[in-house]
């Protein structure tokens, strides 16, 4: 996917599990899931929108029920990151100076969030990594794969990792306690797959059909579910 703007980017993003309008309600859903063979409510909460926005959408939700995704306001095109925390009003995180919009895609449990920051380009906009310290402010992480908006992840502990753009190819970059590693060699992650980057606890990182690990480096994960392990050509 080419990033032509923000707008076309962002709107989009992944199916979201929670839509956003301007009132709260709750609803029940008619097809509830089976578990363990016994029938699972759900139940679907429409988020309220900071005042001066249209529309929104949700990506990343943590253990205590922050939810983090970006809205587009009245007047402009570009998104703005946003932060709903449980029975408050939503917060807009502020985007990076100098950029055009943002969104963020995860949140750990302490409140630290994640996401990206488009630049002023009309076309192929350069991003840059974000992340948003609970406490306030905004930290940018530098320039990151330029069609990678959801090429960030964050853990439950807070440690981040992004698909980074680098003269020669792509890397992959891990904050941890403060801590950056650079992990080479990300290129073919990239060329086979444009899907969300995911990162558990043990700072092992998910990205499509590959995994990395500080033991074993990039790994491609093949399932029968999917049929033959992807060439370098394919896409998801």
């Known amino acids: 996917m080419r990033v032509g703007s923000v707008v076309a980017l962002w709107a989009s993003v992944a199916v979201p599990a929670i839509s956003c309008t301007r009132d709260s309600t709750t609803e029940p859903v008619n097809n509830p899931s089976l578990r363990a063979g016994k029938p699972q409510a759900y139940e679907a909460e429409v988020l309220p929108l900071p005042p001066g926005f249209r529309s929104g959408f949700a990506i990343g939700v943590n253990a205590k029920g922050q939810i983090v995704g970006a809205a587009f306001p009245n007047v402009g095109g570009g998104a703005d990151p946003i932060r709903w925390d449980p029975g408050a009003a939503p917060v807009d995180l502020g985007i990076l100076q100098g950029h055009v919009g943002s969104v963020a895609v995860g949140i750990s449990d302490a409140g630290d969030a994640v996401g990206t920051a488009a630049g002023p380009a009309l076309f192929n906009p350069p991003l840059h990594a974000v992340r948003w310290p609970a406490e306030g402010g905004i930290q940018d ?7 990678g908006d959801l ?9 981040a990792a992004w698909i980074a753009t680098t003269a020669t190819g792509f890397d992959l970059h891990l904050l ?25 606890h043990h700072d092992d990182v998910a990205f499509g059909a590959f995994v990395w690990s500080s033991q074993s480096g990039w790994t491609l994960r093949s399932s029968p579910y999917f049929g033959p392990r992807p060439g370098p050509d394919d896409r998801y």
């Open 141 to 147: 992480l530098g320039e990151s794969w330029s069609e």
């Open 151 to 159: 090429a960030i992840a964050i853990n439950k502990r807070g440690d």
């Open 176 to 200: 941890r306690n403060g801590v950056l590693t650079v992990a080479p060699d990300a290129d073919k992650a990239v060329a086979i797959t444009q899907q969300r980057l995911t990162m558990n």
